[in-house]
């Protein structure tokens, strides 16, 4: 094809992808609206913590991060976990999992998406965004970690941004995709979806005047739990496919990411034993942080529930994966990947980020419990998130099963096409 | 994904793709006001930004006149707001001076007078209290932190069995919150005091996160100050009142020690504990603490090298 020809071709396949993002069922529908309708709500809690001022948060100077800033790191680690099922199709050549890899991508696109408008609802003056771009603010790199996060996550979006719309588009005209167009950037981004991870643990770590955080166990951790979090929502993905769309998932991947997180689920509970020995054992002033988080300090226990409510999840995950008899149950295996979804986001999200803050720096304690407008912003972000994943799957899957081309609308490549395995039928 | 299955060969009508394409456009439509809506109260804060604080530079990068215009615009803008007159100057390091704090803690009563009187010149918000120092009570044979609360509330002070310890900000050599700040909006100046400047900071608070000694505070909304409580000798870089949305900290009362005055906390300070002045001065007050008392640094093994002493004697 001439550049012409893609001149015309590439806005049809954009209009398609509209056209297709916005039919639906029923179904689709509704869950369209209710999504929109949280993310309107989140949308007009931020527009009032803009005009009236941070202190319609809870946060102080004392916990100068949030709900935001442990979601944030929550959903840079589910990025990065996204990239689990590109590692064994592209790395280990496991054929079965190429036709679900964009699953995993378009999984890391949505999320970060999330975690940028996570950073963005945190700044106290969101009107100087233009501040902290390259070139044209004043980009304080390579000293600060937060530039580096910037630089890692923006190009992490475009990367995984790139391979979808490539692979999607020479899908959409009836092309063979041209490796040389997309290998090199599938082998960037594994390489880049663990750079994206230590740096967000970097940004914590760094940090010698925060002992909870300063731990070089942190780095490892997170991408340890991302590969928890990812794979368990690529898992809860495929099988909701294979049960409610019209979309042949084979059963290869979900078998092989339940693998990846037999290990995973196992190497976090000891890499949180280690920790905790580390903290505890010895004992004096550097363990406060985790005597708070786990059994509170000076009467004030806010997360300790929230905590061991983790490690119950992340355990009863850990027990599930690792006996055959019970993971072999189709509606037990969905529940350990909630369950080890849920106890990593409460670990990783609000069980990192404030005990960081308790004691603070001069061994005070003020506690930190989320205000309704953090709670509503959080959930307009998760909303949205969700929505930028709906639509991505939506018009992603049926381009990926042959049935939208540019000569042919909703017909399906064969009359009994195998859906997203059809690769034979590539020119 | 949630799409039930549909004969996919069958071309939709022309009345139904019709009615399909209203559809959508009305939804779209919908979609777009209410978003609009939830975001209406952005309009309210758009009325206060103006298109020359949007645009404006780094205060490294503005020429003189440039600067002048900022003073000038954040002159008329307090008086406007806060009904105040005010002057705000910028004040520069001067040639030789570099600067250093002093402590006596046997002397220290605890008295929070200290913390008023930054309160004060620093044109706090008076609803929260906001001072750059606070004064921890210390238990006697103690020297850890956690030991120690910042919130007392005696009849007299000192308490039997306590010592007192302000902390402030440490004006580090090293200091974290200037390599951790991603646009720049806070550095170290010459004279080694460390500066934000207002109009650049982003509000993300991680230099907030990254001090050991909790020395930086976040207007978390806009300080209210009532006009006759204004303290109305103001710098850029220092007392001036602060936007909403950004960081600040202890800046060595620069306005007035920049013009050899005291900062106004050692001023207040009713027992003498407080030594400040020229490192490079050998004839000064705080190089002869520096020699003759057996001072330290908190948290020295951090490496941030400060410019904050204590001593006891």
């Not at chain 2, 050599?173 to 207002?198: F, L, M, R, S």
Request: glycine share 8%; net charge neutral.
């Amino acid at each position: 094809m001439s550049a012409r020809d893609h001149a015309i071709s590439y806005p049809k396949f954009l209009w398609r992808a509209v056209s297709m993002a916005t039919d639906g069922s029923w179904l689709f529908y509704t869950w369209m609206l209710v999504l929109t309708a949280i993310a309107l709500v989140g949308a007009n809690a931020w527009a009032q913590q803009t005009v009236d001022g941070m202190a319609l948060t809870s946060m102080s100077d004392h916990v100068s991060w949030g709900l935001y800033i442990a979601n944030f790191t929550f959903a840079v680690g589910l990025a990065a976990g996204g990239v689990m099922m590109v590692i064994p199709a592209y790395l280990y050549r496991d054929e079965r999992m190429h036709d679900v890899v964009i699953v995993g991508e378009l999984l890391a696109i949505a999320a970060l998406v999330m975690a940028l408008l996570f950073v963005v609802v945190d700044l106290g003056r969101p009107d100087r965004f233009w501040h902290l771009m390259p070139f044209i603010g004043r980009f304080h790199w390579p000293i600060s970690m937060l530039t580096w996060d910037v630089i890692v996550l923006n190009g992490y979006l475009l990367i995984n941004a790139h391979i979808c719309g490539y692979l999607l588009y020479t899908r959409f005209i009836g092309k063979k995709p041209d490796p040389r167009w997309y290998i090199p950037f599938v082998m960037v981004s594994i390489v880049w979806a663990i750079s994206v991870h230590t740096v967000t643990a970097f940004l914590y770590s760094g940090l010698g005047g925060r002992p909870f955080w300063n731990s070089a166990l942190l780095a490892p951790r997170f991408l340890v739990t991302a590969f928890i979090t990812g794979p368990a929502f690529i898992v809860l993905t495929l099988r909701f496919m294979r049960g409610a769309t019209r979309f042949a998932v084979p059963s290869g991947p979900v078998a092989t990411l339940v693998g990846v997180m037999r290990v995973t689920v196992i190497v976090n509970l000891f890499m949180l034993g280690a920790e905790l020995f580390t903290e505890l054992y010895s004992g004096g002033s550097h363990a406060a942080a985790a005597e708070y988080l786990w059994f509170g300090l000076h009467g004030a226990n806010a997360l300790v529930p929230w905590t061991w409510a983790a490690l119950l999840f992340n355990v009863a995950a850990a027990v599930i994966l690792l006996t055959p008899a019970l993971a072999r149950r189709y509606w037990v295996l969905n529940a350990a990947c909630v369950l080890a979804f849920a106890g990593v986001w409460i670990e990783k999200g609000m069980g990192l980020i404030i005990p960081g803050f308790i004691p603070s720096t001069l061994h005070e304690i003020v506690e930190y419990v989320p205000s309704t407008t953090e709670w509503r912003i959080t959930a307009g972000i998760w909303a949205f998130g969700l929505m930028v994943y709906t639509v991505l799957m939506k018009v992603a899957l049926p381009i990926v099963a042959g049935e939208e081309r540019l000569d042919r609308r909703g017909a399906p490549a064969k009359p009994t096409a195998p859906a997203p395995a059809a690769r034979d039928e590539e020119e | 994904m949630a799409e039930e299955p549909t004969d996919p060969t069958s071309e939709p009508a022309k009345e139904g793709f019709d009615r399909r394409t209203a559809l959508k456009v009305g939804g779209a439509t919908l979609g777009a006001a209410a978003f609009a809506r939830a975001l209406a109260p952005l309009t309210e804060w758009t009325e206060d930004l103006s298109v020359d604080g949007f645009l404006q530079k780094h205060y490294k990068e503005l020429t003189p006149e440039e600067l002048s215009a900022v003073l000038r615009r954040h002159e008329a803008e307090t008086e406007r707001r806060y009904g105040r007159e005010v002057t705000i100057r910028d004040l520069r390091p001067q040639e030789g001076v570099s600067f250093g704090y002093a402590l006596n803690l046997s002397v220290c009563i605890g008295c929070r007078r200290c913390a008023e009187a930054c309160h004060i010149e620093n044109n706090h918000d008076r609803r929260t209290q906001t001072s750059y120092i606070r004064v921890l009570e210390m238990t006697q044979g103690s020297f850890d932190m956690e030991h120690g609360t910042a919130v007392y509330d005696h009849e007299a002070v000192p308490a039997p069995g306590k010592y007192y310890m302000p902390v402030q900000c440490q004006q580090c050599d090293n200091p974290p919150c200037v390599h951790v700040c991603p646009v720049e909006a806070t550095w170290k100046e010459e004279d080694g005091i460390v500066v934000v400047d207002y109009d650049w900071c982003i509000g993300c608070r991680y230099c907030e996160a990254a001090c050991p000694y909790h020395a930086r505070r976040f207007n978390w909304e806009r300080p209210v100050v009532p006009a006759e409580e204004i303290n109305p000798n103001q710098s850029y870089l220092s007392n001036r009142i602060r936007p909403q949305g950004v960081m600040e900290k202890c800046h060595f009362c620069l306005h007035r020690t920049r013009e050899g005055r005291a900062p106004a906390c050692l001023e207040a300070c009713p027992t003498g504990a407080r030594v400040f002045g020229n490192l490079l001065d050998p004839n000064s007050d705080i190089r002869w603490v520096l020699e003759n008392k057996r001072v330290f640094v908190l948290k020295e093994d951090l490496g941030t090298r400060p410019r904050f002493f204590y001593y006891f004697g």
